[in-house]
């Protein structure tokens, strides 16, 4: 009567068979017992595959088993009787299949139907996750667009199996780019000092402040002292510092909130005032090098070195993620550090994590980090996504679009009488949806992978998209809807109404048991697009049953309901962690 995950329960009632059939043996080899999936779900629902290499580890012993299902059916006969798997049977070269027993399927719907969707239970580390990221005065672009979906969705996941997550944001506001961007804004905007410039498009401001700095000799040295002066702590330069990172902020948090993402800033300058004493720890280890009067540290992976502190006196990005890395472990405390950037910083981050290590900032016995480094997005050619006249794609532009496109198809829907949606709420769904639908095409891949942008497969009413797996929800909700009966309060009394009967319903059930599995999953490899994977198979599995099952007046109704109201729970779980509001009419 838990919410172990599953996978991890079966696990080890086999590791206890394999301990009776052949006692100390996974001890002696450390060997993990490898525990999965049936397929095809006929034969079973899990699957023990470790006959094979435990057959082979006994080769040549006394009293070895003969073959692998020697091996499968001594640890079949080894298994006691339990309430959670039932006819086991041996296949092929020696995999053993078994299926959940219908008890343990029903208490464990039970369980979630009284309970609502739980993780399993882990052990509380503080995450510190960085993402988004954007840099001050510059758009945030489709690039920029993963590593905010992806990051607030890794947040989520881990929020909720309750662990304790920092978001932060590591906007790049210290960069020289400032040189340039306060020359210009104090040329463009004399009066600075006595109101607020209206900047309305940083962007444009940043393309001038760039052509004067590219073309304007004069312009260009102004602007060099200008980071000087600035990175000195000039007060003037700081006042127009912040002007900029204001005015930035507010754009930022515009797409932020129609993205429903939530960040806390902590930006490059943060970390200003402890970079001399990090650099200090770090030369205290005696690892650094004079390198043309620069400061850096060689490492054993990489052959360029680490940046520690410029010829000029000056830091760089480098510099401030050693403190970040350091602020991090030690003032935040956090067990686990989680970076996503774009691949081309896969470099950065292994040498900054290998620094870190010989610094003696970072101990990997004691502290987990991940560098995460997306690809990219391209159009139908292979090439960077850009718009029709080359230029990057802005975020907001991106959103406008699908939202739009999502209108008009509701408007069709409703021209057709396909849908009861209220007029009134059609701005509503197509926002929701079509958010859902940018942000659902991009986390349904792995992390890493580069893919193609295309409206027209993002936002299709078939297969693995947001619109989809949105519509299949809602048909699911006004099923529940239409019966009329209470559903929650049923699904509380636990009076036994729930028959899992028709094997459609059987491959659903043991579907919603996979749940937790997912997270564990997620954990571990940090592949967030499990949970697309996991939302569409499950998704599929409704289908089929709500065609060969019916639910409303059928005799088996009332337990049909409650298996409905199981899967919307944790459907809606799924949406709500990949960033998604699921919608019940639409
Ligand atoms: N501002 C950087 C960019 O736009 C990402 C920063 C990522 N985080 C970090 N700690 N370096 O690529």
Same mark, same amino acid.
């Given at each position: 009567?838990?919410?172990? *995950? ?8 086999? &590791?206890?068979? &394999? ?74 070269? /020696? ?46 672009? @489709?690039?920029? #667009? ?9 947040? %989520? ?21 400032? /040189? ?47 980071? &000087? ?31 429903? &993402? ?10 200003? $005032?402890?970079? $001399? ?15 043309? /009067? ?33 602020? %991090? ?48 997005? *391209? ?8 718009? %029709? ?42 926002? #929701?949806?079509?958010?859902?639908? @940018? ?7 792995? $992390? ?5 942008? *295309? ?17 299949? +929800? ?5 099923? =529940? %809807?239409?019966?009329? =009966? ?47 994977? +996991? ?8 289908? =089929? ?12 109704? *009332? ?28």
């Amino acid at each position: 009567k838990t919410h172990d *995950n599953v996978l991890g329960v079966i696990e080890s009632l086999f &590791v206890d068979a &394999v301990e009776t059939a052949f006692p100390g043996l996974q001890e002696r080899l450390n060997f993990r017992v490898e525990v999965s999936r049936t397929k095809p779900p006929k034969f079973g629902d899990y699957q023990c595959t470790s006959s094979m290499a435990i057959f082979t580890a006994l080769k040549g012993t006394p009293n070895a088993p003969g073959s692998p299902r020697d091996v499968a059916n001594a640890i079949v006969a080894a298994m006691p009787t339990n309430p959670v798997l039932e006819k086991l049977s041996v296949a092929g070269p /020696g995999f053993i299949n078994a299926f959940l027993t219908a008890p343990f399927v029903m208490s464990r719907l039970e369980l979630l139907l009284r309970d609502g969707v739980k993780a399993s239970p882990v052990k509380k580390m503080r995450v510190v996750i960085d993402f988004s990221s954007p840099n001050t005065a510059k758009d945030m672009h @489709v690039g920029h #667009l993963r590593s905010t979906i992806i990051g607030e969705s890794m947040s %989520r996941i881990l929020e909720f199996q309750g662990h304790d997550v920092r978001r932060i944001n590591h906007v790049g506001d210290w960069g020289t780019q400032f /040189g340039m961007l306060i020359t210009h804004l104090t040329d463009a905007f004399p009066t600075w000092k006595e109101e607020m410039p209206d900047i309305t498009d940083l962007t444009q401001l940043y393309k001038n402040a760039k052509q004067r700095f590219d073309e304007d000799e004069a312009f260009h040295k102004r602007s060099k002292d200008g980071v &000087v002066k600035l990175q000195a702590g000039d007060p003037e330069s700081l006042e127009a510092w912040k002007i900029l990172c204001e005015v930035s902020r507010k754009e930022y948090q515009k797409v932020y909130d129609r993205l429903d &993402v939530r960040l806390e800033e902590m930006g490059e300058s943060f970390y200003n $005032p402890i970079i $001399p004493r990090v650099i200090e720890m770090v030369e205290a280890q005696g690892i650094t090098e004079d390198s043309d /009067g620069a400061k850096v540290v060689f490492t054993k992976k990489y052959k360029q070195p680490f940046m520690l502190i410029k010829s000029d006196g000056s830091y760089l990005y480098d510099t401030t993620d050693i403190a970040a890395l350091w602020y %991090r472990l030690h003032e935040i405390k956090a067990d686990w550090i989680i970076i996503y950037t774009d691949y081309t910083q896969q470099d950065h981050f292994g040498l900054l994590f290998e620094v870190g290590e010989m610094a003696k900032i970072l101990d990997p016995t004691k502290h987990r980090v991940n560098h995460i480094g997306f690809g990219t997005v *391209n159009d139908e050619s292979g090439k960077r996504f850009k718009t %029709r006249s080359g230029e990057t794609v802005r975020l907001v532009d991106l959103l406008d679009e699908s939202r739009a496109r999502m209108k008009a198809t509701l408007l069709e829907r409703i021209a057709a009488g396909q849908t009861s949606l209220p007029e009134a709420e059609i701005d509503r769904a197509a926002e #929701l949806i079509g958010y859902g639908a @940018v942000k659902y095409f991009d986390l349904m891949r792995s $992390p890493q992978s580069n893919y193609v942008f *295309n409206y027209d497969k993002m936002l299709s009413t078939n297969g693995n998209t947001a619109v989809y797996l949105m519509f299949a +929800y809602a048909r699911l909700s006004s099923i =529940v %809807r239409k019966s009329g =009966v209470d559903v929650e309060a049923l699904a509380t009394k636990q009076s036994g109404v729930l028959q899992i009967v028709d094997p459609n319903e059987a491959a659903l059930a043991v579907e919603l048991l996979q749940f937790q599995d997912v997270l564990v999953f997620i954990n571990k490899e940090l592949a967030t697009n499990w949970l697309c994977t +996991y939302l569409y198979a499950l998704s599929e599995k409704v289908q =089929v049953f709500v065609t060969q099952c019916r639910v409303l007046g059928s005799p088996e109704q *009332n337990s049909r309901l409650l298996l409905c109201q199981a899967t919307l729970k944790i459907m809606h779980t799924c949406f709500t962690l990949l960033g998604i509001t699921p919608l019940d009419q639409i």
